[in-house]
C-alpha cells in the first residue's frame, strides 16, 4: 500500500480527497501548510506526494524546492488552480513530476498517480536498465548506476526527478542516436496502465521543459542534447 502525503489548505477539500485515496486503498496523512508538512517528512516516510501551490504562508513551491533539496526521487504531484502556461512550467522547472489544475476528475488524478507511482518504483524502460545488461553506463565525465537509478557528473550527483533519470538514462543508452519524442513518450508510459484507467496524459510542452532542465545539469560538461529539427533528441558522444 503507497503512503501519499496531501498538502492543502482547503479543508473540505482534503477531507473528501482523503477519503476518496483511502477508498482506492492508499495509505493517506495530511498537511495545511508548508511547516506541517516538512515536519511530517522529517518524521515519516512517504510514496508520493500531491501538493497544492496556494498554502497560507510559505507557497508550495517553496515545499517542492525543499524535498528536492532533501529527499531525491520523491515523486511530487502538484494539484493547483493555477492553471496558466507560465504556472505549469515552473512547477515541472521547479521539480515536480506532474501537474494537474483543479477542478479535475478523480479517475484522471488516479491515473496520473499510479503512473507517478510506477515510475517511481522502476524504470520505465528496459532497454537500458535490464538486470542483463550493464548496470552503469559512462559517457565522459557522465556515469549512470541503474541500479540504483542514479547519476553523477564529475563525480558529483545529478538531482534528477523519475522522468528527468529516465530520459537522461535513454538518452544515454542511444548516445549518438536521434531518440524521437514517441520514443521518449512510449518510455514514460511504457508500464501498462491497470485496467479501466487511461493512461496520464502528458501535457505538450512537458518533454520540452525535461530537456531544458537536463541540459542545464549537463552544462559543466562537453554532453550535449541536440534538437534534431522534426525528429527528436540526441545525446552527443563526448
Known amino acids: 500500500m503507497a503512503t501519499l502525503l496531501i498538502v492543502e489548505d482547503d479543508a473540505l477539500l482534503l477531507d473528501a480527497l482523503t477519503g476518496q485515496l483511502k477508498q ?102 528496459t532497454q537500458a536498465s535490464s538486470t542483463q545488461g550493464p548496470q552503469l553506463t559512462t559517457l565522459g565525465p557522465l556515469v549512470l548506476d541503474h541500479a540504483s537509478q542514479a547519476a553523477a557528473l564529475n563525480g558529483d550527483p545529478l538531482d534528477l526527478t523519475q522522468r528527468e533519470w529516465e530520459l537522461l538514462a535513454l538518452l544515454a543508452h542511444r548516445a549518438g542516436e536521434v531518440v524521437t519524442r514517441d520514443d521518449v513518450l512510449a518510455a514514460w508510459r511504457a508500464s501498462p496502465t491497470d485496467p479501466g484507467q487511461a493512461a496520464a496524459p502528458l501535457a505538450s510542452n512537458a518533454l520540452e521543459v525535461y530537456v531544458h532542465r537536463l541540459r542545464k545539469k549537463l552544462d559543466a560538461s562537453p554532453l550535449n542534447i541536440r534538437n534534431i529539427r522534426g525528429l527528436g533528441y540526441m545525446l552527443n558522444k563526448p
Open 24 to 125: 482506492l486503498d492508499y495509505s493517506v496523512c495530511t498537511a495545511s501548510s508548508v511547516p506541517q508538512a516538512v515536519a511530517l517528512l522529517q518524521m515519516q516516510a512517504v510514496d508520493g506526494i500531491i501538493l497544492d501551490l496556494g498554502l497560507p504562508g510559505a507557497d508550495g513551491m517553496e515545499l517542492l524546492t525543499w524535498v528536492r533539496a532533501h529527499i531525491a526521487g520523491l515523486p511530487v504531484l502538484i494539484l493547483t488552480a493555477r492553471d496558466g502556461v507560465e504556472d505549469r512550467v515552473q512547477g515541472l522547472n521547479a521539480g515536480a513530476d506532474d501537474y494537474l489544475t483543479k477542478p479535475f476528475n478523480m479517475q484522471e488524478l488516479q491515473a496520473r498517480l499510479q503512473a507517478m507511482l510506477r515510475r517511481a518504483r522502476q524504470p520505465a524502460f
